[in-house]
Nanobody, 125 residues
Framework: QVQLVESGGGSVQSGGSLRLSCAAS????????MGWFRQVPGKQREGVAS???????SYADSVKGRFTISQDNAKNTLYLQMNSLKPEDTAMYYC???????????????????WGQGTQVTVSS
């Protein structure tokens, strides 16, 4: 049984930083594709960043240069380092995984099979 557990969300002022973590069990982070998504009530879920098992990454244009996705194979954990946060980054952030690398870098939420429960990020101006 795959479990993804996010942590690290919180409230921060504009320009601040947060690091989200996603601890995986029943799934090896280096074996497939993992991603971070975010959602604001009333809007579609957005693919923020994704990473393949061999380390290729992709980012939404809105976060390029500010966010970094990474994985620690020894800890079987996925991370999202978020710097220079803006109020428009406020959302519920979800970790997701799938077992294949196919289309990983397109960050389509419908392709992902496993999801965490989410962690809230709030950025105030």
């Amino acid at each position: 049984q795959v479990q993804l557990v996010e942590s690290g969300g919180g409230s921060v002022q504009s320009g601040g930083s947060l690091r989200l973590s996603c601890a995986a069990s029943g799934y090896t982070v280096s074996s497939g594709c993992m991603g971070w998504f975010r959602q604001v009530p009333g809007k579609q879920r957005e693919g923020v960043a994704s990473i393949t098992g061999y380390g290729s990454t992709s980012y939404a244009d809105s976060v390029k240069g500010r966010f970094t996705i990474s994985q620690d194979n020894a800890k079987n954990t996925l991370y999202l380092q978020m710097n220079s946060l803006k109020p428009e980054d406020t959302a519920m952030y979800y970790c997701a995984a799938k077992r294949t690398w196919t289309n990983c870098l397109q960050r389509a939420s419908t392709d992902f099979n496993y999801w965490g429960q989410g962690t809230q990020v709030t950025v105030s101006s």
